[in-house]
């Protein structure tokens, strides 16, 4: 059996006083662990999360992988007090409803796949327009057309670039694993709020079907968050009206920049992302969600090879983590970009760059689920290509 | 000297951008008439669609959000299961209601959603241009049906108000027009029941009005009122679709 | 130590619930760990298979390209997966349904006559519990106990099922 390597490679560095530290924070998180934790399906995570984020309302269609979410909040949502669960019509009528539940101030959501996701454009171009916070989830398979149902990062374009018509961007989340699907679920909300932005969680079918532990750092409140913009009904206010359609191209100029400068304050102060064995590294795997987990399998066994290898991992998808890329082009030359589809992350890698470092791509579209040794060869080539050592 | 006529509390000082002869603005007055006599102005969500009422909101008093073409079921659907105290009303034409919207129409009604739609059909597609709706007569000319709308080519009217009729979540449905005091009257009574059929929680309710358009017809506004009387309402009768109430009139 | 495993056999055959009754039992003894299992069109009436990862130490990749331990409940499940297995794994077979045996030289092979012993204990159904209760005994991957304590809850306490499932789980256990 392999030993996992990564932790012997840190050992052999490690002072004595850091390994005390290590091996403590490691016991306290062992008892969390047989404590707290709960084996669930990444699906069902996002659902349980949801509900302690405050979320009011779901409404959902049927579409695999993501059923095991809709079916949780039909199961934990439906006759909550004061909540609503909808298995709508259509994904187009599910992504409406979502719109017409935010605009009175509380959390709603909608989860679908691919296919799914694209009828929902419509939808979150009007909310991003109307300045509506709100989660979409999307599990999402391969693709073009109705695709595969295997997992798969084809989406990552349309998710990070808006998705609908015009200009605008949602607040777009890279989990890869059962516990951040969790997190970024509750943060998601957070943040969508705080901006005003819609919000997204790029999984994919595996993560939404895997089951690991996880843990909720988050109790359900006690009362539902509304929003004090909520349109509640002209109660002792005069009346006001949320719109998309404007006859006045100025006054539109002046949303778009308004957004855009929302975008930039994102940028500033809300991305996220993983280093992982990056400070020695000659070659810097760029992954992110259930592609970075093969990666770091990868990593690991190169590792034990000698092979000085580290993974960046995104974890905000929008905002890129631009900054915190380039800034490991100072010691690294050298990236390779893995990804489960022929490449789209890799633009906003080159972007990030800005020329200061290579960038090779090894990519399995249509929902081919890669393996850590298939990826191991692909580093292990491009690592003796290049002359590292 | 007592005032016997003025503007509903619930309609803003505006003029209205619509034009000579159609009924929107006075499809807006009588909604507004209905909203002050019931006293739920401070508790009103509106629904205005894409088209040629989509400035609703500059008339309306009372809060109002806007939706996607053809979505305003879906969108008050929201509104209404997150504030399930309000009153919430969709405002939606023909294109919007009976050909893109079919889908979140039925399957809002058929949930029997506690809400009120007006339905305005006139025919046509009135902001685009004139184009043919699912509810444009046969024979009728418009500028995607220049050879007048034939059957065998373009479809026939579509009669949502029937169609609804059959679906068990609605509770009451009435076919109107406002081409006469007489009407008009009628009109209001109607918007005023469906309203009342939300106080009361009893499902989904609609109004469909006919609404003359002589711009896009091509016609007088005279002559556009005498032809929803005799072609519109020949294939599109007037009168109770569905009640289920068992209330013959609020007034 | 990273140990990966595949369940695998016909949808029916209870290859899913034998890998969770695995993953739950390892994670109340405090381990790391995974579980996917194949979904969607793959599991209609076809094989189902599922991946469990059990680890001290932090999961990286959930999917198995060369599992450890290969426990297959039927021919064709056999078949699949006997080259993914890693020189020096073990596969579990099922030797009521597969009368062909792998044609590897460098694993080791465990045959359980699963459906007969459980048909003898009186429910074939529980042929999958068998099988189980030989694989954690072979394997050592978690106790015999920590995996009955997951029975009990799984089965929200339906005596009769606890039952079947723990005399099924214990007649592996004495098997290897």
Request: aromatic share 8%.
């Amino acid at each position: 059996m392999p030993p996992v390597t990564y932790r012997l490679h840190a050992k052999k560095t490690m002072s004595a006083p850091d390994a005390l530290l290590a091996l403590l924070s490691a016991l306290k998180w062992r008892l969390r662990f047989t404590v707290a934790k709960v084996l669930m399906t990444g699906n069902a995570a996002i659902g349980e999360a949801a509900i302690r984020a405050g979320c009011q309302c779901y409404f959902g269609y049927p579409i695999t992988p993501q059923n095991e979410l809709t079916e949780y909040m039909a199961s934990n949502l439906s006759r909550r007090p004061g909540c609503t669960f909808i298995q709508a019509e259509s994904e187009i009528a599910a992504i409406n409803m979502v719109y017409g539940a935010s605009v009175t101030g509380v959390r709603a959501m909608t989860s679908s796949s691919s296919p799914g996701i694209s009828l929902k454009q419509e939808g979150i171009s009007y909310m991003a327009a109307c300045q509506l916070p709100g989660l979409i989830v999307n599990m999402s398979r391969g693709g073009p057309g109705l695709g595969s149902i295997a997992a798969a990062q084809s989406d990552y374009h349309q998710s990070t670039r808006g998705g609908g018509h015009g200009d605008y961007r949602t607040i777009v989340f890279g989990p890869s694993s059962v516990q951040e699907l969790a997190d970024l679920t509750h943060r998601a909300f957070e943040l969508s709020d705080k901006y005003s932005i819609p919000a997204m969680i790029l999984g994919d079918g595996m993560l939404g079907q895997m089951m690991e532990p996880v843990e909720f750092k988050h109790e359900a409140p006690a009362q539902l968050p509304v929003r004090a913009n909520g349109l509640r009904g002209a109660k002792g206010r005069p009346s006001r009206f949320v719109r998309t359609f404007t006859s006045n191209p100025a006054e539109l100029e002046e949303l778009n920049w308004s957004l855009f400068r929302r975008y930039q304050l994102l940028q500033k102060n809300e991305v996220s992302c993983e280093n992982y064995l990056t400070d020695d590294a000659q070659l810097i795997v760029t992954a992110f969600g259930i592609a970075a987990r093969i990666a770091k399998g990868a990593i690991n066994e190169a590792r034990a090879a000698g092979l000085k290898v580290g993974l960046f991992r995104p974890i905000t998808l929008f905002p890129f983590p631009q900054q915190q890329l380039k800034e490991l082009a100072k010691n690294t030359k050298y990236f390779l970009d893995f990804e489960m589809n022929m490449g789209q992350m890799i633009d906003d890698v080159k972007l990030s760059l800005e020329g200061a470092g290579e960038v090779a791509f090894y990519g399995r579209p249509g929902g081919v689920i890669p393996t850590s040794t298939e990826f191991l060869r692909v580093i292990t080539r491009l690592y003796y290509q290049k002359g590292l050592s | 000297m007592e005032k016997i006529f003025s503007r509903p509390k619930s309609l803003k000082k505006a003029v209205f951008h619509y034009c000579p002869g159609c009924g929107h603005s006075i499809i807006h007055r009588l909604c507004c008439e209905v909203i002050d006599e019931l006293g739920i102005q401070d508790r009103t969500i509106g629904v205005p669609p894409p088209g040629c009422s989509v400035f609703a909101y500059y008339y309306f008093d009372v809060d109002m959000v806007e939706s996607a073409h053809g979505r305003g079921a879906a969108v008050a659907t929201g509104i209404k299961r997150a504030l399930p105290e309000s009153i919430v009303f969709t405002y939606q034409g023909d294109g919007d209601l009976s050909a893109i919207g079919t889908t979140e129409t039925i399957h809002t009604a058929n949930r029997g959603e506690n809400i009120t739609a007006i339905f305005i059909n006139n025919a046509v597609y009135g902001m685009t241009g004139g184009q043919m709706a699912p509810t444009t007569m046969l024979g009728m000319k418009t500028t995607t049906s220049p050879f007048g709308r034939e059957g065998k080519y373009e479809g026939y009217p579509i009669k949502m108000s029937e169609i609804l009729g059959q679906v068990q979540g609605t509770c009451y449905i009435e076919r109107v027009a406002v081409n006469s005091p007489a009407n008009i009257r009628k009109a209001k009574k109607a918007i005023k029941k469906a309203f009342q059929c939300q106080l009361d929680g009893l499902g989904y309710s609609l109004v469909e009005i006919l609404s003359p358009c002589p711009t896009n017809w091509k016609m007088s506004a005279i002559q556009s009122v005498k032809w929803v009387d005799e072609v519109m309402s020949k294939e599109f009768p007037l009168g109770v679709i569905k009640d289920t109430t068992g209330k013959k009139d609020v007034n | 130590m990273l140990i990966k495993t595949v369940f695998a056999g016909f949808g029916g055959q209870g290859v899913l619930s034998m890998g969770l009754n695995l993953t739950q039992a390892a994670m109340q003894e405090g381990k790391f760990v995974t579980y996917l299992p194949a979904y969607g069109a793959e599991v209609r009436g076809g094989t189902a298979n599922c991946t469990v990862s059990i680890s001290d130490e932090e999961i990286s990749s959930p999917v198995a390209s060369s599992p450890n331990f290969v426990v297959a409940l039927n021919q064709p499940s056999m078949i699949r997966f006997q080259n993914t297995l890693q020189s020096g794994g073990v596969m579990f077979l099922n030797s009521t349904l597969i009368s062909v045996p792998p044609d590897r030289g460098d694993i080791e092979v465990v045959s359980i006559p699963a459906n007969a012993i459980a048909e003898k204990l009186g429910s074939i159904k529980s042929a999958n519990m068998v099988i189980l209760g030989a694989f954690i005994k072979k394997s050592n991957l978690v106790n015999l106990q920590s995996l009955i304590d997951g029975l009990i809850v799984a089965m929200k306490g339906n005596q009769k099922l606890i039952k079947i499932n723990n005399e099924a789980l214990s007649a592996g256990f004495n098997l290897v």
